[in-house]
């Protein structure tokens, strides 16, 4: 190549003057320092088309745990999806709180455990809840429970009443005592630390408690044995005898046993009897001892916590042969 620039070395010189020699001997000396282009790694046509670049490949030292992962933005596909499952209560602890028979009932103080379930891809974080509600029959004395992270497809953790943690994990609230409605509103509000929010709605029914009592039976001995049966459908809260009235006699005079009023009954079942004994209730003479006689008393139950307020007044005729 450089041999033909030289022929026309002459001619350029007679054009341009003998000056354009220097620089053309200066183009001819950077050409011959190009490489000359080897044809396994000349550019084809297609490739300037559109063909594919070749992929990167892995360094041999670079392993899977040396690899820094970057959490990708949350899809439809990874999320997490909570929905309220539904609530468990339960009697509050202490024996004052209700009746234990695993229904809601007008003041009685109730746990409550949220059971949620994420329906989503990809497991929770800790989860806070916040209960509230614009009801005036329920008052919320703890208003923040907890939960551990829930998996994906999975149901929250239902702990039990005796687990040391149950308590940072329930609600707790008191009814009415004599509430406006059978039904409560409840607002349950998630929360997680990446500043997701879910709310979910729930109605809490107040079962009416359903107690009917009665004095079926009393058999006298030295201690004389109090019968009494509840045909309700709801069990009684703690009854205690708080009077013994004497209404009427025949052929007599009576006196009450005041060391009975006070006595405990405790709970009596829905639909069943409970019996109970009471040392020498009231004494009875005789006016005429060849005659029967008969003495017609009110007995007057009363819850032993009064948050319940529930009374009852029941009758019952001793006969004295």
């Not at 000349?42 to 594919?52: D, I, Q, R, Y």
């Not at 049966?229 to 209404?247: A, C, E, P, V």
Request: aromatic share 8%.
């Amino acid at each position: 190549m450089f041999v033909k620039l030289l022929k026309f070395l002459p001619l350029v010189c007679l054009l341009n003057g003998c000056s354009a020699l220097q620089g053309v001997l200066q183009d001819v000396a950077i050409i011959n320092k190009i490489p000359a282009v080897k044809p396994s790694l000349a550019v084809s046509p297609t490739a300037l088309k559109g063909s594919p670049s070749p992929q990167p490949t892995a360094s041999p030292r670079l392993t899977q745990a040396q690899t820094p992962t970057i959490a990708a933005p949350p899809t439809e596909e990874g999320s997490v999806k909570l929905e309220l499952r539904s609530i468990q209560t339960l009697q509050a602890r202490g024996s004052n709180s209700g009746n234990g028979d695993q229904t809601v009932n007008q003041g009685e103080t109730l746990s409550i455990q949220p059971i949620l379930v994420n329906l989503g891809n990809s497991s929770s974080n800790k989860l806070k809840i916040r209960l509230s509600s614009l009801s005036p029959d329920i008052q919320i004395l703890k208003n923040l429970a907890y939960k551990d992270p829930i998996f994906a497809q999975e149901v929250s953790k239902t702990l039990e009443s005796t687990e040391r943690r149950f308590f940072d994990n329930t609600f707790e609230v008191k009814i009415a005592l004599k509430p406006s409605s059978s039904n409560i509103p409840l607002v349950f509000t998630v929360f997680d630390d990446f500043g997701n929010e879910w709310k979910f709605e729930h109605t809490l029914v107040v079962e009416p408690i359903d107690n009917k009592l009665e004095l079926v039976k009393v058999v006298e001995s030295s201690y004389t044995d109090f019968v009494f049966q509840n045909m309700g459908k709801s069990d009684t809260n703690n009854l205690r005898i708080k009077s013994i009235k004497i209404l009427e006699t025949e052929n007599g005079t009576a006196e009450i046993n005041v060391n009975n009023l006070g006595y405990n009954i405790g709970i009596i079942g829905a639909e069943s009897t409970k019996t109970i004994q009471l040392y020498q209730p009231l004494f009875y003479k005789k006016t005429d001892p060849n005659l029967p006689g008969s003495v017609r008393i009110k007995i007057e139950l009363y819850e032993f916590y009064p948050d319940f307020g529930n009374n009852f007044e029941l009758f019952h005729t001793f006969q004295f042969e």
